[in-house]
Nanobody, 118 residues
Framework: QVQLVESGGGLGQPGGSLRLSCAAS????????MNWYRQAPGKQRELVAV???????NYADSVKGRFTISRDNAKNTVYLQMNSLKPEDTAVYYC????????????WGQGTQVTVSS
């Protein structure tokens, strides 16, 4: 099991930047993937970025080139650097961990609100 706590959300301006953090309650070095999802009002939750335990990263087309996911195994923390923010980035952002022990197990944080507005 792992508990996840997100932080760093808030109000950002169009074209600005925010950095989200996801602190895990245990070592993340063996966790298969750490991911960021988001959910805007009235929309389904969508996958934003993925980083595997080998360091490989993938992004949704809507954020590619603007967002960067990274992990610091020493701090048990995953980050989402969000640059060139757009109003359509407004959503609740959730941290997710996928642990594989034969079967896959998903763990979620409580979410952090990001609002992009001038």
């Amino acid at each position: 099991q792992v508990q996840l706590v997100e932080s760093g959300g808030g109000l950002g301006q169009p074209g600005g930047s925010l950095r989200l953090s996801c602190a895990a309650s245990r070592s993340i070095s063996s966790i298969y993937s750490m991911n960021w999802y988001r959910q805007a009002p009235g929309k389904q939750r969508e996958l934003v970025a993925v980083i595997t335990n080998s360091g490989g990263a993938n992004y949704a087309d809507s954020v590619k080139g603007r967002f960067t996911i990274s992990r610091d195994n020493a701090k048990n923390t995953v980050y989402l650097q969000m640059n060139s923010l757009k109003p359509e980035d407004t959503a609740v952002y959730y941290c997710n961990a996928v642990i594989r022990l034969g079967s896959s197990y998903d763990y979620w944080g409580q979410g952090t609100q990001v609002t992009v507005s001038s």
